[in-house]
């Protein structure tokens, strides 16, 4: 699997490809700043982008613009924007955008099995969207939240759904059967009026759909 790495903090770049590389990852290159990401995704065309938020000259959201940009230009490459801070408003812009995608706060990244494992299945096609930025949405909701009417543990398997778990790998987080998860996710699509959906890519972008317009 072919990846581009971009990052401004040198050290951290160069830390990461190496990782990427020790993993069985080929790193097609590597950018300090948006214009050189932009330049180097339509030179090499990779199978993945990894690219922190926050880039020059700004250092605000220049790497998620070019994610943006490359989901435009290159819809086929997949992207994984590495945060230190859950940009709700930009992030949901470019998780809307179709699958392939993922969203992760760099402080929750603490395991390389399971890093090595999101980007595997970000390039597969999967999305994959951290927790904190699910909080964000549901700590903001207004007072006659629809999502009131779920259970804690169905708020549990929505968090789980929104990292992109199948069923089967929800069931395995909460040490309870796929034919319960499968009961709590049709619920949960019921009470938030949302059509049921196999497609596990879909049905997190139906939830996180309904989240941002809460």
Known sequence: MRVVVADDDVLLRAGLASLLERNGFDVAGQAGDAEALLALVHQQRPDLVVVDIRMPPTHTIEGLQAASRIREELPD????????????????RLLATGQAVGYLLKSRVTDVGDFVDTLERVAKGGSVVDPALVQELVS???RDDPLDVLSARER???????EGRSNAGIARRLWVTEGTVEKHVRSILTKLG???ADDDHRRVLAVLAFLEAR
Do not use: P
Request: no cysteine.
């Open 156 to 162: 549990d398997v929505l968090s789980l759904m929104a």
């Open 140 to 142: 903001a909701r207004r």
């Open 194 to 196: 949302l059509a049921e």
């Open 77 to 92: 490459v997949a992207i994984l924007v590495l945060s230190g801070y859950a940009e709700v408003e930009h992030a949901m």
